[in-house]
């Protein structure tokens, strides 16, 4: 059993940046691959980022790519997400998960641990 613990959410202008955090509990962190996704009002939770076990690949929605970087420190037990040049779109509720399969994922029903969730508002 995985818990996950977002924090790092908020408010935001356009064109700035924020850092999220996920704290993971459990001593098999390191052997899974992490995901980060994002819900908007009224939209489907969707793909935002991911990483393998060892930090070693990523993956991007285009939406983010360019922008967002996941890494993760599996010492800490904790992946992140840097968030730079942010736009008024990138406003959702955003999650942490963590998938046992060793393979990188970008569907919600991959995952097998959620976070709570964490609120970032983007303003123009």
């Known amino acids: 059993q995985v818990q996950l613990v977002e924090s790092g959410g908020g408010p935001a202008q356009t064109g700035g940046s924020l850092r999220l955090s996920c704290a993971a509990s459990?001593?098999?962190?390191?052997?899974?691959?992490m995901g980060w996704f994002r819900q908007a009002p009224g939209k489907e939770r969707e793909f935002v980022a991911a990483?393998?076990?060892?930090?070693?690949?990523?993956y991007y929605a285009d939406s983010v790519k360019g922008r967002f970087t996941i890494s993760r420190d599996n010492a800490k037990n904790t992946v992140y997400l840097q968030m730079n040049s942010l736009k008024p779109e990138d406003t959702a509720v955003y999650y942490c998960?963590?998938?046992?399969?060793?393979?990188?994922?970008?569907?919600?029903?991959?995952?097998?641990?959620w976070g709570q969730g964490t609120q970032v508002t983007v303003s123009s």
């Open positions: 990483i393998s076990w060892s930090g070693g690949s990523t």
């Open positions: 998960a963590a998938r046992k399969l060793g393979i990188i994922g970008t569907i919600t029903k991959g995952y097998d641990y």
């Open positions: 459990g001593r098999t962190f390191s052997s899974y691959v």
